[in-house]
């Protein structure tokens, strides 16, 4: 199988790279950055994202995982670079699939949670509505962009994906005051935590790209959502840490910029179509996921 992966450098693609070279796949990368990408996997071929046509051309798969990091403040500057790196790039993906000689087979297209919008109570599957705001917004054009390449007879799988955990990304900048004994409830506690494990992430993808039953939008997320109480509690306890002292959200601002917003709000997010497909999840719940992570080895999935 010959993948090409848009976003191959960031913290899902990284990893979903690596992962493809060790199932024997040949790995084209189109990055922003070439030479950071040839460094990183030199087995694999990149190209610049001005040469986004050439890349295409005779892949069997394609994963879109590109966008510009949402964490910072959101400027009308940087507003409409989050909104171009997703749904403007994807409108050029597909535009490539379609003049491409030979079109791939499927395309994986990154979407997000942020498609619900924020809820204390609601319950969101891949039926719910969506919601409002900046990040709803940006996503429903974002999946729009994707849908059109079904018109090309392409299989199309958009997952929208949670919080993402593992070495890096949203957790990385949550533990500082965990680590310095200042850990606890973020914001009010009460707002939901979507979130999945990395390595889950990237086992989604690769079933999706290799299985043509699966088609059409998934929630990337654990089977367990947990409340923001609940995660502080937990990530105290693996890092043998205090976790009382409550985390403001004006802190939290402070380390995430607008981005915060995602964590301080939250919305409990299921995933009934992954579920349905009978997909095994390695970490389903919140303690191990955690322990995987923070203390390898020590965990079980």
Known sequence: MEVLVTGGTGFIGARLVTRLRERGAQVRLVTRHPQRAQR???????????????AVAGCSGVVNLA?????GRWTPERRRAIRESRVGYTQQLVQAIAQAPVRPEVLVNASAIGYYGASET???????????????????DWEQAAQAVQELG?????????????????????????RAFLGGPIGSGRQWFAWIHQE????????????????????????????????????????QRPSWLPVPGVLLELLLGDAAQVILTGQQVLP??????????????????????????????
């Open 154 to 178: 392409v299989r199309l799988v958009i997952f929208r994906i949670g919080i993402v955990l593992g070495m890096g990304g949203a957790l990385a900048r949550i533990l500082p005051p965990f």
């Open 122 to 140: 609601a319950v969101f599957t891949e039926e719910s509505p969506p919601g409002e705001g900046f990040l709803a917004q940006v996503c429903r």
């Open 40 to 54: 990183l996997f030199p087995w694999a071929a990149v190209w610049p994202v001005t040469a986004l046509a050439q």
């Open 200 to 239: 889950d992430m990237v086992n989604l993808i690769l079933t999706a790209l290799t299985d043509p039953a699966w088609q059409g939008v998934y929630n990337a997320t654990a089977p367990q959502p947990v409340r923001m109480a609940e995660l502080c509690r937990t990530l105290g306890r693996v890092l």
């Open 67 to 71: 966008g510009e990091p949402i964490i």
């Open 272 to 301: 009934q179509r992954v579920l349905a497909m009978g997909f095994a999840y390695q970490y389903p719940t919140l303690a191990p996921a955690l322990q995987s992570i923070l203390q390898p080895g020590a965990a079980s999935g």
